[in-house]
Protein backbone atom coordinates (compact mmCIF):
# COMPACT_ATOMS: atom_id res chain seq x y z
CA UNK A 1 0.00 0.00 0.00
CA UNK A 2 0.99 3.68 -0.49
CA UNK A 3 2.96 4.50 2.67
CA UNK A 4 2.28 8.41 4.30
CA UNK A 5 4.26 10.27 6.40
CA UNK A 6 3.09 13.61 8.27
CA UNK A 7 5.22 16.02 10.35
CA UNK A 8 5.93 17.47 12.14
CA UNK A 9 4.40 14.77 14.61
CA UNK A 10 3.97 17.47 17.17
CA UNK A 11 3.50 21.18 16.84
CA UNK A 12 3.20 24.12 20.07
CA UNK A 13 2.66 27.89 18.88
CA UNK A 14 2.02 31.11 20.90
CA UNK A 15 -1.69 32.30 19.56
CA UNK A 16 -1.72 34.31 16.35
CA UNK A 17 1.39 32.14 14.80
CA UNK A 18 1.64 30.59 11.36
CA UNK A 19 2.19 27.06 10.84
CA UNK A 20 2.73 24.46 8.07
CA UNK A 21 1.56 20.82 8.23
CA UNK A 22 3.18 18.51 5.73
CA UNK A 23 2.04 15.09 4.31
CA UNK A 24 4.14 13.09 2.01
CA UNK A 25 2.94 9.97 0.44
CA UNK A 26 4.59 7.31 -1.40
CA UNK A 27 2.79 6.93 -4.80
CA UNK A 28 0.44 8.61 -6.67
CA UNK A 29 -2.81 9.63 -5.14
CA UNK A 30 -6.16 11.13 -6.96
CA UNK A 31 -8.23 11.50 -3.64
CA UNK A 32 -6.32 13.50 -0.16
CA UNK A 33 -8.43 14.95 2.42
CA UNK A 34 -7.26 17.21 5.40
CA UNK A 35 -9.30 16.74 8.72
CA UNK A 36 -8.92 18.46 12.23
CA UNK A 37 -9.39 15.71 15.14
CA UNK A 38 -10.79 18.43 18.18
CA UNK A 39 -10.14 17.88 21.51
CA UNK A 40 -13.65 16.07 21.87
CA UNK A 41 -12.52 13.65 19.61
CA UNK A 42 -14.75 14.80 16.59
CA UNK A 43 -13.33 14.70 13.06
CA UNK A 44 -13.98 17.66 11.09
CA UNK A 45 -13.38 17.87 7.45
CA UNK A 46 -11.20 20.56 6.65
CA UNK A 47 -10.22 20.32 2.90
CA UNK A 48 -10.73 17.85 0.11
CA UNK A 49 -7.59 18.40 -1.87
CA UNK A 50 -6.66 15.69 -4.84
CA UNK A 51 -4.79 18.27 -6.70
CA UNK A 52 -4.32 22.54 -6.42
CA UNK A 53 -4.67 24.94 -3.96
CA UNK A 54 -7.86 25.90 -1.45
CA UNK A 55 -8.34 28.51 1.04
CA UNK A 56 -11.39 28.68 4.02
CA UNK A 57 -10.60 31.82 6.20
CA UNK A 58 -7.23 31.43 8.06
CA UNK A 59 -6.59 27.45 6.71
CA UNK A 60 -5.33 26.40 3.48
CA UNK A 61 -3.61 24.08 1.73
CA UNK A 62 -2.10 22.64 -1.75
CA UNK A 63 -1.04 19.50 -3.18
CA UNK A 64 1.47 18.50 -5.65
CA UNK A 65 0.67 15.28 -6.41
CA UNK A 66 3.12 15.14 -9.16
CA UNK A 67 5.49 15.85 -5.90
CA UNK A 68 3.56 13.46 -3.51
CA UNK A 69 3.23 16.15 -0.96
CA UNK A 70 0.41 18.09 0.15
CA UNK A 71 0.82 21.19 2.86
CA UNK A 72 -1.85 22.70 5.22
CA UNK A 73 -1.15 26.00 6.19
CA UNK A 74 -2.83 27.67 9.68
CA UNK A 75 -2.34 31.32 9.37
CA UNK A 76 -3.13 33.34 12.72
CA UNK A 77 -3.50 30.56 14.90
CA UNK A 78 -5.97 30.13 17.53
CA UNK A 79 -6.47 28.33 20.61
CA UNK A 80 -9.50 26.62 18.90
CA UNK A 81 -7.04 25.29 16.27
CA UNK A 82 -5.56 23.19 18.62
CA UNK A 83 -6.13 19.19 18.01
CA UNK A 84 -5.05 16.66 15.61
CA UNK A 85 -4.51 17.36 12.12
CA UNK A 86 -4.21 14.03 9.38
CA UNK A 87 -3.78 13.44 5.78
CA UNK A 88 -6.10 10.70 4.49
CA UNK A 89 -5.25 9.18 1.05
CA UNK A 90 -8.48 7.72 -0.26
CA UNK A 91 -6.78 5.99 -2.78
CA UNK A 92 -5.89 3.41 -0.07
CA UNK A 93 -8.04 4.76 2.51
CA UNK A 94 -5.10 4.84 4.79
CA UNK A 95 -4.60 7.44 7.57
CA UNK A 96 -1.46 9.61 7.94
CA UNK A 97 -0.18 9.43 12.21
CA UNK A 98 -1.21 13.05 12.62
CA UNK A 99 0.31 16.17 13.41
CA UNK A 100 -0.43 17.21 17.10
CA UNK A 101 -0.99 21.17 17.37
CA UNK A 102 -1.11 22.46 20.63
CA UNK A 103 -1.68 26.39 20.38
CA UNK A 104 -1.23 28.26 23.51
CA UNK A 105 -3.33 31.69 24.27
CA UNK B 1 -29.70 16.03 7.02
CA UNK B 2 -28.39 14.29 10.64
CA UNK B 3 -25.73 12.70 8.23
CA UNK B 4 -23.59 9.68 9.93
CA UNK B 5 -25.13 8.47 13.18
CA UNK B 6 -23.02 6.28 15.24
CA UNK B 7 -24.85 4.68 18.46
CA UNK B 8 -24.01 3.73 21.13
CA UNK B 9 -21.60 6.46 22.04
CA UNK B 10 -20.15 4.61 24.91
CA UNK B 11 -19.87 1.05 25.78
CA UNK B 12 -18.42 -1.64 28.37
CA UNK B 13 -17.93 -4.81 27.62
CA UNK B 14 -16.66 -7.95 29.82
CA UNK B 15 -14.10 -10.07 27.27
CA UNK B 16 -16.51 -12.69 25.52
CA UNK B 17 -19.41 -10.42 25.14
CA UNK B 18 -20.76 -9.85 21.86
CA UNK B 19 -22.31 -6.03 20.55
CA UNK B 20 -23.56 -4.46 17.27
CA UNK B 21 -21.92 -0.65 16.98
CA UNK B 22 -24.66 0.84 14.75
CA UNK B 23 -24.25 3.38 11.78
CA UNK B 24 -26.95 5.16 9.80
CA UNK B 25 -26.37 7.95 7.11
CA UNK B 26 -28.97 9.77 5.63
CA UNK B 27 -27.11 11.33 2.02
CA UNK B 28 -27.72 8.00 -0.06
CA UNK B 29 -24.33 7.61 -0.06
CA UNK B 30 -22.52 4.48 -1.72
CA UNK B 31 -19.74 3.77 0.40
CA UNK B 32 -19.82 2.91 4.19
CA UNK B 33 -16.56 2.31 6.38
CA UNK B 34 -15.33 1.63 9.93
CA UNK B 35 -12.18 2.91 11.35
CA UNK B 36 -10.66 2.40 15.16
CA UNK B 37 -8.67 4.73 16.63
CA UNK B 38 -5.84 3.71 19.46
CA UNK B 39 -4.77 6.08 21.31
CA UNK B 40 -1.95 8.75 19.71
CA UNK B 41 -2.62 7.07 16.45
CA UNK B 42 -4.18 7.98 13.32
CA UNK B 43 -7.46 6.07 11.92
CA UNK B 44 -7.12 1.88 10.41
CA UNK B 45 -9.89 0.71 8.39
CA UNK B 46 -11.61 -2.42 9.57
CA UNK B 47 -14.20 -3.17 6.63
CA UNK B 48 -15.89 -1.23 4.29
CA UNK B 49 -18.67 -1.71 1.65
CA UNK B 50 -19.37 0.12 -1.61
CA UNK B 51 -22.74 -0.59 -2.29
CA UNK B 52 -25.91 -2.91 -0.81
CA UNK B 53 -24.79 -6.50 -0.52
CA UNK B 54 -21.10 -5.63 -0.98
CA UNK B 55 -18.04 -5.77 2.04
CA UNK B 56 -14.69 -5.99 1.88
CA UNK B 57 -12.00 -6.10 4.24
CA UNK B 58 -9.31 -3.18 5.18
CA UNK B 59 -6.61 -3.39 7.01
CA UNK B 60 -7.36 -5.03 10.40
CA UNK B 61 -10.63 -6.85 9.90
CA UNK B 62 -9.85 -9.62 12.42
CA UNK B 63 -12.73 -9.99 15.19
CA UNK B 64 -15.36 -7.90 13.12
CA UNK B 65 -17.93 -8.42 11.36
CA UNK B 66 -20.16 -6.72 8.35
CA UNK B 67 -22.77 -7.04 6.54
CA UNK B 68 -24.77 -4.37 4.36
CA UNK B 69 -28.32 -4.96 3.89
CA UNK B 70 -29.31 -1.42 3.02
CA UNK B 71 -27.99 1.67 1.80
CA UNK B 72 -28.01 3.68 4.85
CA UNK B 73 -26.88 0.65 7.40
CA UNK B 74 -23.68 -0.50 8.00
CA UNK B 75 -23.85 -2.23 11.41
CA UNK B 76 -20.47 -3.39 12.91
CA UNK B 77 -20.54 -6.50 15.45
CA UNK B 78 -17.93 -7.70 17.64
CA UNK B 79 -18.79 -11.11 17.96
CA UNK B 80 -16.69 -12.00 21.16
CA UNK B 81 -15.07 -9.15 22.54
CA UNK B 82 -11.41 -9.57 24.29
CA UNK B 83 -9.76 -6.39 25.79
CA UNK B 84 -7.51 -5.48 22.59
CA UNK B 85 -10.85 -4.15 20.86
CA UNK B 86 -10.81 -1.25 22.86
CA UNK B 87 -10.82 1.53 20.82
CA UNK B 88 -12.52 4.45 19.43
CA UNK B 89 -14.67 3.55 16.05
CA UNK B 90 -15.41 5.57 13.87
CA UNK B 91 -18.19 4.95 10.37
CA UNK B 92 -17.50 7.18 7.77
CA UNK B 93 -19.72 7.31 4.37
CA UNK B 94 -18.82 8.47 0.82
CA UNK B 95 -20.70 9.32 -2.24
CA UNK B 96 -18.26 7.82 -4.55
CA UNK B 97 -15.67 5.78 -3.18
CA UNK B 98 -16.46 2.97 -6.11
CA UNK B 99 -13.58 5.41 -7.66
CA UNK B 100 -12.39 5.87 -4.52
CA UNK B 101 -12.68 9.50 -5.31
CA UNK B 102 -15.05 11.13 -3.11
CA UNK B 103 -14.92 12.76 0.30
CA UNK B 104 -15.12 11.00 3.34
CA UNK B 105 -17.51 12.41 6.05
CA UNK B 106 -17.12 10.76 9.49
CA UNK B 107 -19.58 10.18 12.35
CA UNK B 108 -18.76 11.18 16.03
CA UNK B 109 -17.49 7.97 17.34
CA UNK B 110 -18.17 5.25 19.71
CA UNK B 111 -16.05 4.68 22.64
CA UNK B 112 -15.91 0.97 23.64
CA UNK B 113 -14.01 -0.46 26.66
CA UNK B 114 -13.46 -4.41 27.06
CA UNK B 115 -12.30 -5.63 30.22
Known amino acids: GIQVEQSPPDLILQEGANSTLRCNFS?????LQWFHQNPWGQLINLFYIPSGTKQNGRLSATTVATERYSLLYISSSQTTDSGVYFCELGNDMRFGAGTRLTVKP | NAGVTQTPKFQVLKTGQSMTLQCAQDMNHEYMSWYRQDPGMGLRLIHY???????DQGEVPNGYNVSRSTTEDFPLRLLSAAPSQTSVYFC??????????????FGEGSRLTVL
Open chain 2, 92 to 105: ASSPDRATFTGELF
Open chain 2, 49 to 55: SVGAGIT
Open chain 1, 27 to 31: DSVNN
